[in-house]
């Protein structure tokens, strides 16, 4: 069975750094896109960042750009997301995505087309 396990989380001042790890298991993992979703208290789960199993294609939600970095190590199937300049606003619980098509990269942002997920991590910016 899939499983996707993040850790990184954590508590850290505004402008500061957190990198984000995603370990997964029970799929060929360099043929599925992986995302990163996000969601605050009171808040629907909203999309960071979507990369392509090979690694050659990424997006990222306008909120983000430039701050954040989504990367993948296939021969490690580890999923990472490097997170610069942090805001408060950025306080949520982060959760990796495994898409439900194989070899696919279509509409990275939408959550539907995510099959598996993990138990989320929490981030906290402190302003």
Known sequence: QVQLVESGGGLVQTGGSLRLSC????????????????????KEREFVAAISGSGARTDYADSVKGRFTISRINTKNTLYLQMNSLKPEDTAVYYCASALRY?????????????????????TVSS
């Open 23 to 42: 370990a997964a298991s029970g799929r060929t993992f360099s043929s599925y896109a992986m995302a990163w979703f996000r969601q605050a208290p009171g």
């Open 103 to 123: 070899n696919s990269y279509s509409s990275p942002a939408s959550p539907t087309n995510y099959a598996y997920w993990g138990q989320g991590t929490q981030v």
